[in-house]
């Protein structure tokens, strides 16, 4: 029954990481299984309506891109010719939000997979032996979760991961922590150890070829009880402090290991033995989540155990958006700029705007966040590549060195947020400073309507709020907030560039590789009102 068709499909959007799932179905499907012709796209590549397809896996990711998925699933059902039960889709947003999937009226006989494919691949697939389905017979096979990643589909698509060249594994699987927040306990369940990780970095390097690095996709790795052993298996392996790999007739390359989940304060700071054993191997960044002040002790424990051991490149992640306020993210982002100042690490926060796991875009908003904070943090963020850097100077410029001057900043307009460098050296109107003086008149009833202003609308309409404020203070601050032409932006942008020819740019000193998954810097949220009746409006507003 070999040589059948199967095509594996992974949504458009950008993502660091290859799809791991669908590199084993693969391998399940491919010349070391099956043996079925396989062929992987990425986003909708319609020469495959060209040939008949015996199978279909649509992957998921993140629950924000439903309107990308969704637009995948029905690329997917036409591709099998409306023939719903040749397509399979699973991963994150699809256990995530099984049931939202599940009523699509649609996709009827699609099959949605919640959770691992840790079961016989016919049991985990849902496959109907009574309807003779493709390997429905396949109930005490390997479950396809165990299975080697297959590689080489990767080199069919122009599509580039920014993290590739790298042994993908788990040591472990779940999370002994239930955070409301994350969706790891629907997703994997308890804290639970895998097979072999040296089984699995020996049959990549003998299938695929030696990797550079060495990515662990674990959830809590240091709850593992064979933490120990773990980090002996990685030393064994080659992934010492300072290891080179070395291929014939390429330049020797530096190796890393990448915890890319990150590792648990709260269990760090209990021992320093967890951060005595991380520094035996060539572990860059290290990776702390600091999700709330309720964990400032524990955290800054943490990071002095690894300045101890000589651990001085951390990587931070901040949520943001929950339970927390402006004030908690602050005081969270400033205490990492006092770290790297005492103890000489280098520690990058990267802000993680919550979003609850089942919903189809990034439109929540915490109840001690306003809306356009929220938007104001992305634009900071934005102007920053995602960064918080822990150097002083660069923090005070980008947050302020106080909360006043953080939550100031986050009530600036954003075109001046975004383009800050032209309007305090080079904009001939002194725009910013006139915003300022204008800005230090409101009181604070009116900061909070303007706020309130501010959070109502798509910014496209904020040429009407003026009619709607309650004070002439109010008036002549909101005219600042109209969003510029975008082709004075470029305007701007390109006469900058040629002012600061020369200069030297800051460094953020952090490869892209080593950077977050996704940090919604490209998020737009959907206007409120239809461009053609903003248009409409602000027509009706200069008449």
């Known amino acids: 029954m070999a040589k059948k068709n199967i095509l594996l499909i992974e949504p458009g959007y950008k993502n660091k990481y290859p799809p791991l799932g669908l590199m084993k179905i693969a391998q399940y499907h491919g010349p070391r299984g099956k043996k079925d012709n396989v062929r992987f796209i990425k986003g909708e590549d319609r020469s495959v309506l060209r040939q008949a397809w015996d199978r279909i896996y649509v992957t998921t990711l993140f629950s924000f891109e439903y309107p990308k998925i969704s637009q995948t699933i029905d690329f997917a059902i036409e591709v099998a010719n409306g023939q719903a039960d040749k397509v399979f889709v699973g991963g994150i947003a699809a256990s995530l939000m099984h049931e939202r999937f599940l009523k699509e009226h649609r996709w009827h006989g699609v099959r949605f997979i919640k959770g691992l494919l840790s079961a016989p691949p016919a049991v985990a697939l849902q496959l109907d032996e009574f309807s003779e389905e493709l390997y429905a017979d396949d109930i005490t096979g390997r479950p396809i979760e165990d299975l080697v990643p297959d590689y080489d589909i990767l080199s069919q698509i122009d599509y580039q991961y920014s993290v590739r060249d790298a042994y993908f594994a788990y040591t472990s699987r779940g999370c002994i922590r239930k955070c409301h927040f994350c969706g790891v306990p629907k997703l994997e369940g308890g804290q639970r150890d895998t097979e072999s990780l040296t089984d699995l970095v020996r049959a990549i390097e003998e299938y695929y070829g030696p990797k550079k690095d060495l990515i662990l996709m674990d959830n809590n790795v240091v709850a593992s009880p064979r933490f120990k052993e773990i980090i002996a298996e990685i030393r064994d392996l080659g992934f010492t402090p300072g290891a080179k790999l070395h291929r014939p007739g390429r330049p020797p390359v530096q190796r890393r290991v990448d915890f890319n989940q990150g590792v648990d304060a709260r269990i760090l700071c209990k021992d320093p033995m967890y951060l005595r054993e991380l520094s035996s191997i060539c572990l860059k960044p290290l990776r702390i989540a600091f999700d709330h002040l309720g964990v400032k002790k524990q955290y800054e424990q943490a990071v002095r155990y690894a300045a101890e051991f000589g651990l001085t490149e951390l990587s931070n992640y901040m949520l943001y958006n929950f339970h927390d306020n402006p004030a908690d993210l602050f005081e969270r982002m400033r205490l990492n700029v006092s770290l790297n100042e005492e103890l000489g690490v280098r520690v990058w926060s990267f802000p993680m705007r919550y979003q609850p796991t089942d919903r189809p875009d990034r439109g929540h908003i915490g109840e001690k966040w306003s809306r356009y904070q929220l938007r104001s943090m992305q634009i900071i963020l934005q102007a920053t590549h995602g960064i918080v850097s822990g150097e002083p100077q660069f923090f005070k410029h980008a947050y302020g060195d106080t909360f006043e001057e953080y939550e ?36 604070s009833f009116e900061l909070a309507e303007l706020i309130e202003l501010l959070s109502s609308c798509d910014p496209r309409e904020f040429v009407l709020l003026a009619d709607r404020a309650s004070t002439n203070a109010l008036k002549r601050v909101l005219r600042f ?8 932006l470029f305007s701007i942008w390109a006469r900058q560039k040629e002012l600061t020819r020369g200069e030297i740019t800051a460094d953020m000193g952090l490869a892209e590789d080593e950077r977050v998954e996704d940090a919604g810097l490209d998020h737009e949220e959907p206007p409120m009102l239809p461009l053609k009746q903003v248009r409409q409006l602000h027509e009706r507003t200069e008449a």
Do not use: S
Request: glycine share 4%; proline share 9%.
């Open 408 to 443: 100031r900043i986050l009530l600036m307009p954003h075109d001046f947020i975004f383009n800050r460098e032209w309007y305090e050296r080079f904009d001939p109107e002194g725009r910013l400073g006139q915003f300022r003086a204008e800005f230090a008149k409101l009181d």
């Open 481 to 488: 907030y109209v969003p510029l032409p975008k082709e004075e």
